[in-house]
């Protein structure tokens, strides 16, 4: 239902925001067709959001994907993380994380931080808008020109005439000067530069899905821009138009999407992520924020303790810290055992997500991350999963990490001890101003809390 050009926060669009996993502040009109068929955007139904029947009205909910994307073709739905975060783009950062980009497009704050992962983003974005200056026209500037002839046409040069023929006695030629429309001019040098810039960097990365395409497109932009000439030296990075300090003319100013995005590509600037708007205009970015959190947090443990000495932090669905959940019974223990048959097949794996490891291949910590709202104690079905882990691992401790309300203690939070294994929790808080120093606090905390009970 959604084109592929789309701009999912244009004046006119109807804009809801809410949280992942919130519902999603809608009417049945919004969704409902005159025959009372669902008329959501193709592809968001079960992905992006669930619709249901309850309490006798119809509900959507979002997922737990943050970011923004079209609903209808009337409604996009802005959906925002489900606790404090104004390190998005930093966390992406850290991880190599790759959002979901979709065709419809949004605009993002420009960054002066460049990620590979944009790469494809900015050229698929930049794409999209010197495609439609190619149905839309070139921009055509007057450029005056000046020659010598015995026909001249345009105005004559009176002083320049005299001074270059009427002085030496030549009487039949003049000095004259006119104008001429041209698309060779600072804002398509730009684009030129840009879609050069770019075709390189794809034709370097050939065996990436979707270089080849991306190559073949900027191609086909090069052709459209073929009387353009090359200006090595970026001088068009100084015009007032090419800048955006100047007013582009209202016929063209299809242009400010393919400039914004081509200065930044030539410029070596990003994308920010915590911004709700800005001036580039790129397919809209879709992040699964709970599998961002996950591995923000292992990667900044690992990071964090990569010196510790006599410690690892490992990923739990990785060997070495990936474990059998099942061992087999020992022979002495099965022959005292009543009659009984054993369940066939390779047992099912324990796979807790940060798995601390010592140098005699001990767990002395086992942690689960949890994307969850936590004030006192973890859910149970939380519990009993990372306790699970905590027997099979023969760890000491077993630990939750979550992310931090803004109403809740951040930090180390112990709950107590079942058995002889203590249970504990750390919340972090994702909005820090320094969210490295609040990683390795916490890391620092873990490594002390392993020293205390092993």
Known sequence: MTSARVHLTTPGRQIVGCKEYAEIPVSPADLLGADGALRVAEGVLNRYVDVDFADGRLRVRARGVSGVFALTDEVSVQVRPRFPLTNLTHMVSVCGYVPTALPAMRTYQATEHWEDWMLDVVTDAFLVAVEEIEERGLL?????????????????????????????????????????KTADNPANRCVRAAAMHLHRAH????????????????????????????????????????????????????????????????????????????????GSLLIKTEDLFEEFVRLS?????????????????????????????????AVSLPP?????????????????????????????????????????????????????????????IHPRRHNADGGLVVSGTIGDVVVAQYRVDLAADDLDAEMLAMAQSLEALIAATG
């Open 340 to 400: 009984h048959s054993e369940v066939s097949g390779a047992s099912p794996n324990a796979t807790p997500d940060v798995p601390f490891m010592d140098d005699d291949g001990a767990f002395p910590l086992v942690a689960d991350v949890k994307y969850t709202n936590v004030t006192r104690h973890a859910e149970r079905s939380e519990l009993e999963q990372v306790m699970t882990y905590g027997v099979r691992y023969r760890s000491p401790v077993v630990l939750t």
């Open 203 to 282: 034709a370097a990365r050939q065996l990436v899905s979707g270089a080849r395409e991306r190559i073949s497109r900027l191609g086909n932009a090069l052709r459209l821009l073929d009387e353009v000439a090359d200006d090595h030296r970026r001088g068009f990075l100084d015009d007032a138009l090419v800048r955006g300090a100047g007013e582009l003319p209202d016929a063209r100013s299809y242009y400010r999407p393919a400039l914004d995005l081509a200065v930044a590509a030539l410029s070596g600037h990003g994308l920010d992520l915590d911004a709700d708007s800005g001036s580039m205009s790129v």
């Open 301 to 333: 443990l690992q990071r964090a303790l990569q010196n510790s000495p006599g410690l690892s932090v490992l990923d739990g669905n990785l060997e070495p810290g990936r474990r059998r959940l099942y061992e087999k019974v020992a022979d002495e223990k």
């Open 140 to 180: 055509r500037t007057y450029r005056r020109r000046v020659d010598g002839s015995s026909y001249p046409h345009g105005r004559i040069e009176m002083g320049a005439t005299i001074n270059r023929y009427a002085s030496r006695g030549i009487d039949h030629k003049a000095v004259y000067s006119w104008f001429e």
